[in-house]
């Protein structure tokens, strides 16, 4: 019975491990026609970037220099995720209070559209052209906003659920690298994001599909540069 016992509190507590909030708000964005307007241009230029691209390489890939930071507690992962990017984009060195009062994070955590506000009046603060836009899986593709995004400079910030480690309520990461292509006879479609999670905290690298899945377990929200 002893042995049972045990065995059921290992249990529950993988069980409350696996499902640790880190909360970002979880939202439906309905976007405004102006908005809507603004996400097919990118999504054209995009589209553009991508069919003039040519590379000699089998393997495409690019790169941001990033520093993994834990989030502070349950419902820090947008301002630790914020804190990131601005340590990468040279936007200076914040406190994750600091941020959360920037991006509007509360107890019930930070809307992707609160990270837009606050990320892009730090852009303008520091003097940086970059942007974030705020589009969804229903109307624009995460790998190729990976590319274009990563070879400007600037990280995506995706909002998930169900991550393959995890599933937590709602949370933010940010993708820092990518690799795409083929090598020798297989095809490479992977991304490596940095991710503030309380217990799963670190650089991890994924198959892109698997991160449009996360994301669509959520609201499909992500914030790219526009």
């Given amino acids: 019975m002893k042995k049972k016992m045990i065995s059921l509190a290992l249990a529950l ?25 603004e996400i097919n241009i990118t999504n054209k230029k995009i589209e553009n970037y991508l069919a003039d691209r040519i590379t000699l390489r089998m393997i495409d890939q690019g790169s941001l220099p990033m ?22 984009m040279g936007l200076g060195s914040y406190s994750q209070s600091q ?16 990270i837009r506000s606050g990320m892009n009046s730090l852009f303008s603060q520091a003097g940086k052209s970059q942007r974030y836009q705020l589009t969804n899986t229903a109307y624009s593709s995460i ?10 400079g600037l990280p995506l910030i995706l909002s998930v659920k169900q991550m393959p480690l995890y599933t937590s309520s709602g949370h ?11 090598a020798g006879s297989s095809s490479v479609n992977e991304a490596t994001i940095c991710d503030p999670h309380p217990t799963y905290y670190g650089k991890y690298t994924y198959n892109i599909s698997d991160l449009e899945n996360a994301c669509n377990s959520n609201a499909g929200n992500f914030l790219r540069i526009a």
Avoid: H, K, W
């Fill in 67 to 88: 520093t993994v930071i834990q989030q502070e507690n349950g419902y820090y992962c947008g301002p630790a995720t914020c804190c990131m990017v601005a340590n990468t």
């Fill in 13 to 37: 507590v993988m069980c409350m491990t696996l499902t640790i909030p880190a909360f970002a708000s979880l939202e439906t964005t309905d976007f405004t026609s102006q908005e809507l307007q």
């Fill in 143 to 152: 790998a190729s906003g990976i590319i274009y995004s990563i070879n400007a």
């Fill in 172 to 182: 933010f990461i940010t993708v820092c690298a990518y690799r795409s292509g083929f």
């Fill in 99 to 114: 941020m959360a009062s920037i991006i509007g994070t509360t107890r019930d955590g930070t809307s992707s559209s609160g």
